[in-house]
C-alpha cells in the first residue's frame, strides 16, 4: 500500500509540473 501511495504521489507531482512547468524550471 505505502508503495502504491507513493507511485499515486509522484504521478501527482508529474501532473503538476505539467501543469505549471513555470513553477519547475528545472524540469
Known amino acids: 500500500m505505502a508503495f502504491l501511495s507513493r ?3 509522484l ?3 508529474e501532473r503538476f ?3 505549471n512547468p513555470h513553477l519547475l ?3
Open 7 to 9: 507511485v499515486d504521489s
Open 11 to 13: 504521478r501527482g507531482v
Open 17 to 19: 509540473a505539467r501543469a
Open 25 to 27: 524550471p528545472h524540469l
